[in-house]
């Protein structure tokens, strides 16, 4: 069987510079999957790839054996891979449920006449995005906040609130960047539980960056490790933990 998210040989060059160089991985369906490395190593491009945002110079993404190689990043999310970014991508000045209808919408056809006149079709559907946007936020413990301005939320508040966005577009594959960048320790620990429980509830697969090991090893079930690129060790959380080269690359020397 075939497996849900396959890179093969992936490569990414930009003037002559390769940033990601063949580089191959396999995603289980339903697992949590961690992309480790530290700063330069590429672990962003292959995500950038994987959306669309980049075209790999060679190599192939196939999501659930479909090769998706090159297709607009609106042509993928209709696929069910969305994404969050490292710096905060929020509507900062519309609500908490606002930001969050509008994830919710992605798979809605649009009617024009039905929102000008106000059909019962079109309330029907604005009612049910409301309640499914809500249920997000109650996930996500942000319930409270709905009718706050997005802006006005704390950081780790709002990187919650990116959450529950993208998970109202109902996706497959959840790609984070750095979920937990700016995140003090408690809100970390939150943070792995929340995607624990989410990962349950959704059936997703998940891919993540992340250079918080506690929350790479509490999290995933799976790990890549990269550095200059490439892929230098791959495995469980303890064989990682334990990899020489991976130690090597983030400490600067041999064990």
Same mark, same amino acid.
């Given at each position: 069987?075939?497996?849900?998210?396959?890179?093969?040989?992936?490569?990414?060059?930009?003037?002559?510079?390769?940033?990601?160089?063949?580089f191959?991985?396999?995603? %289980?369906?339903?697992?949590i999957? !961690? #992309?480790?490395g530290?700063?330069? /190593?590429? *672990?962003?491009? =292959?995500?950038?790839?994987?959306?669309?945002?980049?075209?790999?110079?060679?190599?192939?993404?196939?999501? %659930?054996?479909?090769?998706?190689? !090159? #297709?607009?990043?609106d042509?993928? /999310?209709? *696929?069910?891979? =969305?994404?969050?970014?490292?710096?905060?991508?929020?509507?900062?000045?519309?609500?908490?449920?606002?930001?969050?209808v509008?994830?919710?919408?992605?798979?809605?056809?649009?009617?024009f006449?039905?929102?000008?006149?106000?059909?019962?079709?079109?309330?029907r559907?604005?009612r049910?995005?409301?309640?499914?946007?809500?249920?997000?936020?109650?996930?996500?413990?942000?319930?409270?906040?709905?009718?706050?301005i997005?802006?006005?939320?704390?950081?780790?508040?709002?990187?919650?609130l990116?959450?529950?966005?993208?998970?109202?577009?109902?996706?497959?594959?959840?790609?984070?960047?750095?979920?937990?960048?700016?995140?003090?320790?408690?809100?970390?620990?939150?943070?792995?539980e929340m995607?624990?429980?989410?990962?349950?509830e959704?059936?997703?697969?998940?891919?993540?960056?992340?250079?918080?090991?506690?929350?790479?090893?509490?999290?995933?079930?799976?790990?890549?490790?990269?550095?200059?690129?490439?892929?230098?060790?791959?495995?469980?959380?303890?064989?990682?933990?334990?990899?020489?080269k991976?130690?090597?690359?983030?400490?600067?020397?041999?064990?």
């Open positions: 069987m075939a497996a849900f998210l396959e890179l093969q040989h992936c490569q990414m060059t930009f003037k002559g510079l390769q940033a990601v160089k063949e191959s991985a396999t995603v %289980e369906q339903g697992s999957c !961690g #992309l480790i530290t700063n330069g /190593a590429g *672990k962003t491009t =292959v995500i950038n790839m994987l959306s669309g945002v980049l075209t790999p110079t060679s190599g192939k993404i196939l999501l %659930e054996g479909e090769d998706i190689t !090159g #297709l607009r990043p042509q993928i /999310a209709q *696929k069910g891979v =969305v994404r969050t970014y490292q710096n905060l991508r929020l509507f900062q000045k519309m609500t908490v449920l606002e930001n969050v509008i994830g919710a919408q992605m798979h809605v056809k649009s009617n006449l039905g929102s000008i006149i106000g059909t019962p079709a079109y309330r559907t604005e049910e995005l409301r309640e499914k946007s809500l249920h997000m936020l109650e996930l996500m413990g942000i319930a409270d906040h709905a009718e706050d997005a802006g006005s939320l704390p950081y780790g508040l709002q990187r919650r990116e959450i529950a966005r993208i998970l109202a577009a109902d996706p497959k594959l959840l790609l984070l960047d750095e979920p937990a960048a700016g995140m003090n320790p408690q809100e970390s620990l939150a943070l792995v995607l624990r429980n989410i990962r349950k959704f059936d997703l697969t998940i891919l993540l960056i992340e250079h918080d090991m506690k929350v790479i090893m509490g999290l995933c079930d799976y790990i890549y490790a990269m550095a200059t690129g490439e892929v230098i060790a791959h495995g469980l959380p303890e064989e990682i933990r334990k990899d020489p991976v130690i090597q690359a983030y400490l600067g020397r041999a064990v």
